[in-house]
C-alpha cells in the first residue's frame, strides 16, 4: 500500500494535536486503499495515540534513540514508543543530520534498534544541493544507505526510505517527479543488490517542498510509493488533500 505521511517537525503542540486530528480523521476517514501517517512530536504522541485507536490513520515518531534504557538524559527509546502504539519512526532525517550532527554511524545504530524492537524505520536519505552540483546525488544517497543498513542486509523488507533531496525541503523547489523517479528507481537496485532474497516490500516516498498541486505528479511515478510532507501537512484540510490527491 502507498504510504502518505505528515512529518510535522517542531510544530503543533498537544492542545493543538486535537484540534487538528478532530478535524482530519472525518476529511479521510474513508480512505481505505492506502496507509495514512502523522509523524507527530514527542509531546504529542500521547493524545494522537489515544485519538487514532481504531482509526486508518497510524503513529509515527520523528526520532528514537538506540539505547534501551539507561542514563540518557533527553532521550527516548524503541519500548518508549512501542508502550504508546507507535508504529513507524523517522531515521536520519537530514535535519537531524545537518543541524543535530547525526552520522551515518549512528543511523545504522537507530535502525538496528527498531528492527530488534518491532518498529518500522523509515530511513531519509538524501544529496545537498552542492552534493548534486557536484555530480554526487547517486553516490551519496548509495553511500547513505550501505552504512545505514550495514549488517542488516537482509532485513531491507522492514524499512522504508524517504529520499528527500536536502535542497527541497522547505524551499518551495520541489525535485521533478522524474529526478524523483530516478533516484527512487536507484535506491531500489541498491536494495536488490544488498539483499539476493530483497521481496521489494521496502516503499521509497519522495519527500520536499510536496503540496497539494505537486503530490498527484510525483505519485504517477512507478516507484514513488508515497509521500513525506513537511510543511503541507500542518493544515489538516490541505493533508487531506494531499492524502486523496491520486
Ligand atoms: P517539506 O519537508 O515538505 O516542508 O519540504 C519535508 C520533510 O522534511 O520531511
Known sequence: ?????????????????????????????????????????YTSLCIASEMLKGTN???GAQNVYYEQKGAFTGEISVSMLKDLGVSYVIVGHSERRWIFGEDDE?????LVACLDGGLRPILCVGERLDEREAGLTY????????IALSSLENYTDMIDIAYEPVWAIGSGNPATPEDAQAVHRFIKNVLEDLNKNYQGMTR??????????????FMKM?????????GASLDPKTFSQIVKSF
Open 1 to 41: 500500500m502507498k504510504l502518505i505521511s505528515a512529518n510535522w517537525k517542531m510544530n503543533i503542540t498537544p492542545s493543538q494535536t486535537k484540534e487538528y486530528i478532530i478535524k482530519f480523521l472525518p476529511l479521510i476517514e474513508d480512505v481505505k486503499d492506502r496507509e495514512i501517517l502523522l509523524c507527530v512530536p
Open 57 to 59: 490513520v497510524k503513529l
Open 106 to 110: 549512528a543511523v545504522n545504530k537507530k
Open 139 to 146: 553516490k551519496v544517497i548509495e553511500t547513505q544507505i550501505r
Open 204 to 217: 521509497v516516498v519522495y519527500g520536499g517542498s510536496v503540496n497539494v498541486h505537486n503530490a498527484g505528479e
Open 222 to 230: 512507478p516507484d514513488v510509493d508515497g509521500l513525506l510532507v513537511g
